[in-house]
């Protein structure tokens, strides 16, 4: 059909097709984000405890679980390459494909009792992970400026779906196949990755451009700029920070001899608070502005680590985790809404997975510290390191609010 030449008159014709393209293209997304939220959860479930019982030495049980973030960090230069170079929708199916062999290879794995296989399969793991954290962005690609945020943070709200679904898909098929405890939940995980590449194979973008495959303006000058230095500061600290306290959050509970049913809870409160914000984030940004809802973010996160420094009950604990939830949700959603103040359009797959690949490079040594700091000096002082980068991330922020980049230079 000839729109690109639609008259006046058809022009309403035009606007209903796209608006309905927009709506359509964000609902995959928001169900897509839903069903691959579940690889996450899974492999935090159970990876440590398959870890334990496959691998040669009890000190390397964790292993998996820190190559699953070390391969979330490194995949996602690449998964932006992809979409750059052949189109979102191309990247999302690499990213599932991924998601159905991390699934596949650690059922392997479980069955012939290999630990570095299980290792292996959770690098796959990590590049459909990285993949997933595209969606926001891709969201907003479906929609006009103003109706940004709300779009990103309506894919985020998925995660909500993914909190209560993940756990139950773990609890439902962990015994499935006795002897093989969690064969059948990767089995179950690879189906859900195929079943969210169906979804994403309805997402209809635009095709990459000659300009957006050249890559525009050099990497370095766009390195340069103030706003997208605040931007990635206060993603990687909001993200550092969550993974960072809620890595120890768990192991200081049973060590404050509360129970492991406490500390679940407690976790499960805390997804929540992570992602239920997001139906009303997108509003908050367009009513004051990323940069104000990314210091309520990091206002938040700081109020965090003080109740948990106010005490060690389970309240304190509950109640720290989630604020830090909510905190993170600002924080990271603004930082988000702030790259994308910060890149021409046919810039945006290139910046927006460097931006990721600083942010989720960063929360791989907090998810390699936090135990290490929590084991050798307290819950305490976890917290109290916690001020130093949320210091430095509200500097860069008062900075850049004064900061107002001329309108040529985009």
Not at 34 to 55: E, F, K, M, R
Not at 79 to 97: C, E, K, M, S
Not at 119 to 124: D, E, G, S
Not at 227 to 235: D, K, N, P, Q, S
């Amino acid at each position: 059909m000839p729109q690109a030449e639609a008259t006046p008159a058809d022009g309403g014709l035009v606007s209903t097709s796209v608006g309905r393209s927009e709506v359509g293209n964000v609902a995959r997304l928001v169900v897509a984000q839903a069903l691959a939220g579940a690889n996450a959860v899974v492999v935090y479930a159970t990876g440590a405890i398959v870890g334990n019982t496959l691998a040669p030495s009890p000190a390397l049980a964790t292993l998996p679980i820190s190559i699953f973030v070390v391969g979330m960090a490194v995949c996602t230069l690449p998964a932006g390459t992809i979409a750059r170079l052949y189109g979102r929708r191309a990247a999302f199916l690499a990213g599932t494909g991924c998601g159905v062999l991390v699934g596949l290879l650690s059922w392997l794995a479980i069955l012939l009792g290999s630990f570095w296989l299980f290792c292996a399969a959770m690098i796959f793991g990590g590049a459909y992970a990285a993949v997933v954290l595209s969606f926001r962005f891709a969201a907003a690609d479906c929609t006009p400026p103003e109706r940004r945020p709300r779009a990103m943070s309506a894919v985020m709200a998925g995660g909500v779906v993914a909190g209560v679904f993940g756990p139950q898909l773990v609890t439902h098929t962990m015994n499935l196949w006795p002897p093989y405890l969690f064969a059948a939940t990767y089995l179950a995980q690879a189906a859900v990755a195929a079943l969210s590449a169906l979804v994403l194979l309805g997402v209809r973008l635009p095709k990459p451009t000659s300009a957006e495959v050249a890559g525009g303006r050099p990497v370095s000058l766009i390195l340069r700029q103030p706003r997208f230095i605040t931007a990635v500061i206060c993603g990687v600290v909001s993200y550092l920070l969550m993974n960072f306290v809620m890595t120890a959050a768990p192991l200081a509970m049973r060590l404050c001899g509360l129970s492991q049913e406490s500390a679940n809870l407690g976790l499960q409160w805390h997804v929540i608070a992570m992602y239920a914000p997001s139906f009303f984030t997108g509003r908050l940004i367009t009513r004051f502005g990323a940069t104000r809802l990314v210091a309520a973010g990091l206002a938040l996160i700081a109020a965090s680590s003080a109740v948990g420094l106010m005490g060690l009950e389970e309240a304190h604990f509950w109640v720290s985790l989630i604020l830090l939830g909510v905190g993170w949700n600002f924080g990271f959603l603004g930082a988000s809404a702030l790259v994308m103040e910060c890149h021409r359009p046919e810039e945006k797959t290139r910046v927006q997975s460097l931006n990721d690949f600083i942010v989720f490079g960063t929360m791989a040594f907090g998810s390699f510290a936090s135990g290490g700091l929590l084991t050798g000096y307290g819950w305490e002082t976890v917290l109290w390191i916690s001020f130093l980068p949320l210091a430095l991330a509200t500097a860069a922020l008062m900075v850049t609010a004064f900061y107002r980049p001329a309108k040529a230079a985009m």
